[in-house]
């Protein structure tokens, strides 16, 4: 069983940073980020694996970094040039094993943390 705890998020005006953390207490192969805006389905947003790969959606290429430290099984997210439609709740993800970028692919989950962006 692995236990992921987020922590970053808050409120920021458009343009501003962020970076988000997230802590694992068991063993993970990939780690990923996550979004849900109200109203609206959960969507991925980016993902890394322990070596290293990475993979971003669309609308945060160029804008936002992934990157993990394997030693303290920590993956973080650095938001750059946020936008107001980057308000969401971002959840943390893991998995044992690489299947896509599907909610539905990552097993483990964290418990969200609200990030707002005000224009």
């Known amino acids: 069983q692995v236990q992921l705890v987020e922590s970053g998020g808050g409120l920021v005006q458009a343009g501003d940073s962020l970076r988000l953390s997230c802590a694992a207490s068991?063993?993970?192969?990939?780690m990923g980020w996550f979004r849900q805006a109200p109203g609206k389905e959960r969507e991925f947003v980016a993902a890394?694996?322990?070596?290293?790969?990475?993979y971003y959606a669309d609308s945060v290429k160029g804008r936002f970094t992934i990157s993990r430290d394997n030693a303290k099984n920590t993956v973080y997210l650095q938001m750059n040039s946020l936008k107001p439609e980057d308000t969401a709740v971002y959840y943390c993800?893991?998995?044992?094993?690489?299947?896509?970028?599907?909610?539905?692919?990552?097993?483990?989950w964290g418990q969200g943390t609200q990030v707002t962006v005000s224009s």
């Open positions: 993800a893991s998995d044992l094993k690489w299947d896509g970028t599907s909610w539905h692919a990552f097993g483990y």
């Open positions: 068991g063993r993970t192969f990939i």
């Open positions: 890394i694996r322990s070596g290293g790969n990475t």
